[in-house]
């Protein structure tokens, strides 16, 4: 929700919201407006409000956002001491001045920010106490999902036990181990870049900050806390985590299909034959006469093909097949637990589901075909794998396309 009188300022803020956001935004210009949303309009997970309205005073706008629990970031022109201290009390984020520069962008990256930390779980391992509750109050209130633990050992229990968490705020004074050490624990196995580690204290000076980063924290926090610091701090160790997914998606995924690209599918592929006990199946396929569609349709039609097909493959995949775009028009799988007949089935029952394809493009509707080759064996050299996979797949082809080529003798 977007609380501003300025119609010309709350056009261009929310349009930037909505367009580079791609997020619902509600403007509202009076008190009586943000009422009558706040129990009619949609459920908001932030409000971003001015201070001057035709029908309140500063403290009634946000209060009354406060008492529907959402959290505030005031964007104003006036920020007297006046002003600041009747906004001290009151739960709020962050407050932008209007005329600052660069404070759209800024707005832009804080709602992004806030939006995307409700995904994010963050564990804050302390005492109980005051302290403590400051901290997760503020992390609750950046949008975090929070969860709390008294000592060390059920800090480092709660991350075992739930690694999709992404960061940690660590009180160096715990009753079993101290922050630093347990610190250094939690970051067996999970790096940097995986689960970010603040270390938080009240004493120690300079010693005990350069403890904390030496042993794996990503980043200090002095307390006291300063609102704005620990905010920035907090938002920029998740952006950080953020960054570095999208580089290793990028380096890691196939930019057209989103399926893993070739690189990814050695590393995937080596790793589930270093684990696998039994025969494993690798199949190779590859769109018969892809070319002549290319040709016949343009490129675009075979993009769309590509995706079409790559999301067939995704979809007949089971957990833990390694899936991906080889090259081209060029698909592999690799799956474990099958036996010989298994694995015929399961490509035919593959190459049939994209053959039973139809793609829409433009007005039109195309079908296409696939060709595999299916290698199956006790096998640890995933080259040694690719290369009978692929002279499968080309006896596959010159056999007359749209079948399997196997290694399985298959029994009637
Ligand atoms: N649209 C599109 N075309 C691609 C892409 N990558 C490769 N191609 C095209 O895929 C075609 C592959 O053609 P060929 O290797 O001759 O094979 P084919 O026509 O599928 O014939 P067979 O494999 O013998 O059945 C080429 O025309 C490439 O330009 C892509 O990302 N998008």
Wanted: a negative charge.
């Amino acid at each position: 929700m977007l609380v501003e009188n300025s119609r010309s300022y709350a056009q261009m803020l929310a349009a930037e919201l909505r367009e580079r956001l791609q997020l619902e935004v509600v403007a509202v210009s009076s008190l009586a407006a943000a009422r009558e949303a706040l129990q009619h309009g949609p459920p908001f997970f932030l409000a971003l409000t001015g201070l001057v309205l035709p029908d309140a005073d500063p403290a009634r706008i946000a209060r009354l956002l406060v008492d529907h629990g959402l959290p505030i970031v005031v964007v104003t022109g006036v920020y007297d001491d006046a002003t600041r201290q009747q906004m001290a009390a009151l739960p709020i984020i962050d407050y932008v001045l209007k005329e600052a520069p660069d404070t759209i962008d800024y707005l832009v990256w804080l709602v992004r920010r806030l939006h995307s930390n409700r995904g994010i779980a963050a564990l804050v391992v302390e005492p109980a106490g005051p302290a403590r509750a400051e901290t997760s109050a503020l992390l609750a209130l950046y949008g975090f999902r929070v969860c709390e633990r008294d000592t060390g050992a059920a800090g480092l229990q709660a991350l075992s036990a739930d690694p999709a968490m992404r960061l940690v705020v660590v009180d160096h004074d715990l009753a079993d181990m101290d922050g630093v050490e347990f610190t250094r624990r939690a970051r067996q196995g999970r790096p940097r870049d995986i689960l970010s580690i603040v270390g938080a204290s009240s004493g120690g000076g300079a010693p005990r900050i350069a403890r904390f980063l030496k042993h794996g924290a990503n980043d200090f926090i002095a307390k006291p806390y300063s609102r704005e610091e620990f905010m920035c701090r907090i938002s920029q160790n998740v952006d950080n985590l953020e960054l570095i997914g999208t580089l290793q998606d990028l380096a890691t995924r196939d930019y057209l299909t989103g399926l893993a690209n070739r690189r990814h599918f050695f590393d995937a592929g080596r790793r589930a034959l270093a684990t696998q006990r039994g025969p494993v199946s690798l199949a190779m396929l590859d769109i018969d006469h892809f070319k002549h569609i290319n040709d016949t349709h343009g490129h675009e039609a075979g993009d769309a093909a590509l995706v079409a097909v790559a999301a067939a493959i995704a979809a007949h995949a089971r957990p833990g097949d390694v899936v991906a775009r080889f090259g081209g028009e060029e698909f592999c799988v690799l799956a474990g637990g099958l036996d010989g007949d298994a694995a015929v089935g399961f490509f035919e029952r593959l190459r049939e589901s994209i053959a039973a394809l139809r793609i829409p493009f433009r007005q039109q509707s195309l079908s296409l075909t696939v060709s595999i080759g299916v290698c199956h064996r006790h096998d640890t050299d995933l080259y040694a794998l690719l290369a009978d996979a692929d002279r499968l797949l080309y006896l596959a082809k010159a056999a007359g396309r749209n079948r399997i080529g196997t290694d399985v003798r298959v029994l009637a």
